[in-house]
Nanobody, 125 residues
């Protein structure tokens, strides 16, 4: 079982940048594909970005492509989400999640069994 802890959220103006981090512990990090999801008030949790266990393949939600970058450092057991050109509609709680590595698409929320506590990102206009 992997334990996940996010950090790096905060308040930023529109057009600004933030970098989220998610530190994993308790299990072999390379056994897991990792994803970032977000949930805004009154909305369902949605996929943001995902990365396979090796770091060799990534996927993004359409609205994040070109603005967000997911990466991982397997030596540090950490996954990152670099967010640029932030918009007010990016305001949400961002969650790091892990699933045992598999060849299924990495955007599927129900595949993720392990979740962090979430970190708030607020983008002001």
């Amino acid at each position: 079982q992997v334990h996940l802890v996010e950090s790096g959220g905060g308040l930023v103006q529109a057009g600004g940048s933030l970098r989220l981090s998610c530190a994993a512990s308790g299990s072999t990090f390379t056994n897991y594909d990792m994803g970032w999801f977000r949930q805004a008030p009154g909305k369902e949790r949605e996929f943001v970005a995902g990365i396979r266990w090796s770091g060799g393949s990534t996927d993004y939600a359409d609205s994040m492509k070109g603005r967000f970058t997911i990466s991982r450092d397997n030596a540090k057991n950490t996954v990152y989400l670099q967010m640029n050109s932030l918009k007010p509609e990016d305001t949400a709680v961002y969650y790091c999640a892990g699933r045992v590595r598999a060849w299924r698409p990495i955007a599927t929320l129900i595949d993720y069994r392990y979740w962090g506590q979430g970190t708030q990102v607020t983008v002001s206009s």
